[in-house]
């Protein structure tokens, strides 16, 4: 079912750049084959070639991925190998290596993140955010699970986050609490963004599952987890830290103890891969 929908959406785009044909492509015969490959021009790590591959074979390839998602390349190491008609592939080029580069850039990213916050805690999590460019989550967030990050939820309907917005129209952060859990299956997790160290506090007792410390300093979360810690709150709850976390203070982050670190950077700061395509064989 998914792979259906990665294929309908591959093709949604690939409308983008052919609403009728391909007129420079028209000049290399119908017939013609080739066999190509994916090259790094720079390090990095791969992602999403998987989910891609299927999609070649459905328009008639036959692929190799070379490097599997969560694995480190150099430059100049191959990437995929793919072998089939030449004309489709040069409608295709652009596209599969805007879809590449742009994964690539993103496990690459959080696998820095990862290792980096894991030298000092290895059980934090990193996570992204719902910061994703519309149409591309699935590829972004199968990146950041490839590279050892944590997707956060996938959609709106995955858990309950409360958030800045939501609580101006409640009296108190506990009453949001307590209404979402009215209403929530018993399978639903209920998240609340918190700025003070006392609104954590009263998320913890409402029953919130997860409080999270949004755009606060690694010392003041620091304060706020000790605060839940000595009101015997701290084994209650998972805390999260989202907002301002760069790779450059991940870990002070870190070291303020949370159980979870969220970055928006993961996805809508990453670099793309440098990678090309280079056909290695032609058949007439």
Not at 104 to 117: D, H, I, P, Q, S
Not at 244 to 273: C, F, M, Q, R, W
Request: charged share 30%.
């Amino acid at each position: 079912m998914v792979e259906e929908v990665v294929f309908r959406k591959f093709l949604e785009w690939l409308s983008e750049d052919i609403p009728y044909w391909d007129l420079t492509s028209e000049i290399i015969p119908s017939q013609a084959t080739c066999e190509a490959v994916v090259m790094a021009k720079e390090d990095g790590v791969a992602a999403c070639c998987e989910d891609v591959a299927p999609i070649l074979e459905k328009m008639g390839f036959t692929v190799r991925v070379l490097k599997k998602s969560g694995e480190a390349f150099r430059k100049g190491d191959r990437i995929m190998w793919i072998k089939g008609n030449m004309r489709r592939l040069m409608e295709i080029e652009r596209l599969l290596l805007n879809i590449l580069s742009q994964t690539f850039g993103v496990a690459t990213l959080t696998k820095a993140f990862v290792e980096k916050a894991r030298r000092i805690n290895p059980n934090v999590k990193i996570a992204a955010t719902r910061k994703v460019k519309p149409g591309f989550q699935y590829f972004e967030k199968k990146a950041i699970a490839a590279a050892g990050g944590d997707t956060h939820r996938l959609n709106l309907s995955d858990m309950i986050l409360i958030k800045e917005n939501h609580l101006k129209y409640f009296n108190s952060v506990g009453e949001a609490v307590k209404k979402a859990r009215e209403l929530a299956s018993f399978s639903k997790k209920i998240e609340v963004e918190v700025a003070e160290a006392e609104d954590a506090v009263e998320a913890a007792e409402a029953g919130a599952d997860i409080i999270m410390l949004d755009n606060c300093t690694p010392e003041r979360a620091r304060r706020t987890i000790e605060m839940l810690r000595k009101k015997g709150l701290r084994s209650r709850v998972l805390v999260e830290v989202s907002g301002g976390v760069k790779l450059e203070n991940l870990e002070e982050y870190v070291e303020a103890g949370p159980d979870i670190i969220s970055s928006g950077e993961l996805t809508h700061s990453a670099k793309a891969i440098d990678i090309s395509l280079e056909v290695t064989r032609v058949g007439k």
